[in-house]
């Protein structure tokens, strides 16, 4: 088959390198465009890139001379994964979807929209039922789809096998890595033997996020999940890689050992052969001391999430960690796992 041209709006970024990162040798998708702000636009990548590329591979070949372009519609590529600062990609990723593209987007710009699907494939695939909706209302050629923040997307993976006990309650402490504030970022002086409380509206994605992403499809909507969700989002001195603590009430009462099984049996997509899923993509740790972003976050190239220290909580019942990589499966690779399910699903031609 041919591959798919992608463009990447906002390659310069944290999450666009990673894109083209884990775009290189892609067997379905080739990355013919990139996009970025004017600052950038009119150089070549490697051009631009010189002391901001802050991956441990080298920049592809293929990429190294592409000229960025401005992020507007007219770029030679089917598919726009879109990693654009969220002041600016609102209307940016609407002109492209309009234009009859296929926005893939990692901002929280759309998200919550009734009509665009929050999505994560081992979650919520059905959620794509949404795309005749939104052509139906917005009357687009193209289409929006998203994924979830980079804390939620770890921590709701843990609950999706969890949910068939009853999931009532939640509770969510995150250690959230630098590289989640994009470049430069939190200043070092703020950070460096510090731990910052806030993150700027992160509490909110998680708490609204979760239900949406656990909300059954009724229809043309989402109908959210009755959980209770409360979160508190830290920064740390961490480079990649979110940690988070989970306190939750099953109302079926499981045992530690089922909780477990549910966990490390997840694998609903196994079936269809996405190039980017994990084989496991709920990896249950043992040791005591794990899951750690240092020794855990890489697992499955960063596509799996991280669970450790399942046990009895005095509070709820039942509390874990689980830990992921931020920028993967927490943001490009998440991206592209959605484009490869619609791919699949015939959604893109
Ligand atoms: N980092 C993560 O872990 C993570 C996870 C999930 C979701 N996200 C979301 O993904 C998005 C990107 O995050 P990031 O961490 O990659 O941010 P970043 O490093 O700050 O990169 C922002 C990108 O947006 C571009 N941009 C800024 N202003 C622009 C404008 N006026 N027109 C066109 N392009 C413009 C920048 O281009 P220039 O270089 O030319 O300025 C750059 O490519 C954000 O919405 C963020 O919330 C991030």
Do not use: W
């Given at each position: 088959m041919d591959k798919v041209k992608v463009g990447i709006l906002g390659a310069t970024g944290m999450v666009g390198q990673r894109f083209i990162q884990l775009l290189a040798n892609h067997p379905w998708f080739?990355?013919?465009?990139?996009?970025?702000?004017e600052r950038s636009a009119g150089k070549k990548y490697s051009e631009v890139m010189e002391g901001r590329w802050k991956l441990t591979t080298d920049i592809p070949e293929g990429v190294r001379k592409l000229v960025v372009k401005e992020c507007a519609p007219g770029l030679d590529c089917r598919i726009a994964f879109s990693s654009l600062d969220a002041e600016i990609a609102?209307?940016?990723?609407?002109?492209?979807?309009?234009?009859?593209?296929v926005v893939s987007s990692n901002s929280r710009n759309h998200r919550m929209e009734p009509d665009v699907p929050l999505l994560i494939p081992e979650v919520n695939a059905e959620h794509l039922g949404l795309i005749p909706v939104q052509k139906k209302n917005r009357g687009w050629q193209g289409?929006?789809?998203?994924?979830?923040?980079?804390?939620?997307?770890?921590?709701?993976?843990?609950?999706?096998?969890?949910?068939?006990f009853g999931l009532?309650?939640?509770?969510?402490?995150t250690m959230q890595a630098l590289s989640g504030a994009g470049y430069p970022g939190v200043p070092s002086l703020d950070i460096l033997d510090n731990v910052v409380p806030f993150i700027g509206g992160e509490e909110e994605k998680v708490q609204t996020e979760t239900l949406k992403l656990l909300g059954a499809l009724a229809k043309d909507r989402v109908v959210p999940a009755q959980i209770v969700v409360s979160a508190?989002?830290?920064?740390?001195?961490v480079s990649d890689g979110h940690t988070e603590c989970v306190s939750v009430k099953?109302?079926?009462n499981p045992g530690l050992a089922e909780v477990t099984k549910a966990m490390q049996e997840f694998n609903p997509l196994k079936q269809l052969g996405l190039p980017s899923s994990p084989s496991r993509v709920i990896i249950v740790k043992q040791e005591p001391n794990r899951p750690q972003p240092k020794m855990?976050?890489?697992?499955e190239h960063g596509m799996a999430s991280v669970v450790g220290r399942i046990r009895e909580?005095?509070?709820?019942?039942?509390?874990?960690?689980?830990?992921?990589?931020n920028t993967i499966r927490g943001a490009a690779g998440a991206a592209i796992l959605n484009a490869e399910l619609m791919m699949k699903k015939g959604l893109i031609s």
């Open positions: 080739e990355v013919t465009e990139v996009a970025a702000s609102g209307p940016i990723e609407q002109a492209f979807a309009k234009a009859g593209y289409m929006i789809i998203t994924n979830p923040n980079c804390s939620t997307i770890h921590l709701v993976i843990a609950l999706k096998p969890l949910m068939r009532s309650k939640l509770l969510v402490t508190h989002c830290n920064r740390v001195h099953l109302d079926a855990d976050r890489d697992l909580c005095p509070l709820l019942g039942y509390k874990f960690v689980v830990l992921g990589h």
